[in-house]
């Protein structure tokens, strides 16, 4: 079966620059979306397509992609960014979505 | 805005039945695949089922496979799980969702 690889954890301090990354042999074929989820709530869509903000959605975060791997990047990471993060994408005929297993990102 | 809203969690023992819905407005309803995701207790999102925009493709992971049916209704703007003999494992918030958002999530509980 096709599976998404994220680091577990990532830990970063205030102001710095969080970058969580998300692996797949198909990622090259298939666009890439990151979702952010907070204790309690529901996950909040914050990149879809690779790299395209939603609306609302603040400019510090970005997404880029290069091969079969994928970066989510957090510039100027603030203390109410800590959360899970999770990227999803699709099978190669992209009927079936797939997720990473999570990072939690933790603001020192 | 993406608003997409479930309906039909709740409390049922092992063997029962549940059928989940999702309205969705603040996009164009019938342009999009849309998704269910459950997400159990402590665990990470967990891909459910999927279908086309016009509900000529479905996908079902091998977990549900043979109980859950997707289905929707583009003169609604909803679309529908059914969940047939449920098991304690399938017990976790369930999620509708599309490429553009998410929605808030409806609480499914199987146990006796």
């Known amino acids: 079966s096709y599976e998404l690889t994220q680091p577990p954890s990532v830990s970063v301090s205030p102001g710095q620059t969080a970058r969580i990354t998300c ?4 990622l090259p074929q298939q666009f890439v979306y990151w979702s952010q989820q907070k204790p309690g709530q529901a996950p909040v869509l914050i990149i879809k397509k690779d790299s395209e903000r939603p609306s609302g959605i603040p400019e510090r975060f970005s997404g880029s992609s290069s091969g ?3 970066t989510l990047t957090i510039s100027g990471v603030q203390a109410e960014d800590e ?3 999770y990227c999803q994408s699709a099978d190669n005929s992209g009927t079936y979505w797939v997720f990473g297993g999570g990072t939690k990102l933790t603001v020192l | 805005e993406v608003h997409l809203a479930e309906s039909g969690g709740g409390l049922v023992q092992p063997g029962r039945s549940l059928r989940l819905s999702c309205t969705a407005s603040g996009f164009n309803f019938d342009d999009y695949a ?3 995701v459950r997400q159990a207790p402590g665990k990470g999102l967990e891909w459910v089922s999927s279908i086309s925009w016009n509900s000529g493709n479905i996908g079902y992971a091998d977990s549900v496979k043979g109980r859950f049916t997707i289905s929707r209704d583009n003169a609604k ?3 529908y799980l059914q969940m047939n003999s449920l098991r304690v494992e ?4 369930y999620y509708c969702a599309t490429e553009e958002g998410w929605g808030q999530g409806t609480l499914v509980t199987v146990s006796s």
Do not use: P, Q
Request: glycine letters at 4%; charged letters at 15%.
């Open chain 1, 68 to 70: 079969t791997t994928v």
């Open chain 1, 23 to 26: 692996s797949g042999d198909s």
């Open chain 1, 83 to 85: 959360a899970d993060y």
């Open chain 2, 90 to 93: 399938d017990t976790a918030f």
């Open chain 2, 77 to 79: 703007n909803a679309f």
């Open chain 2, 34 to 36: 849309m998704h269910w």
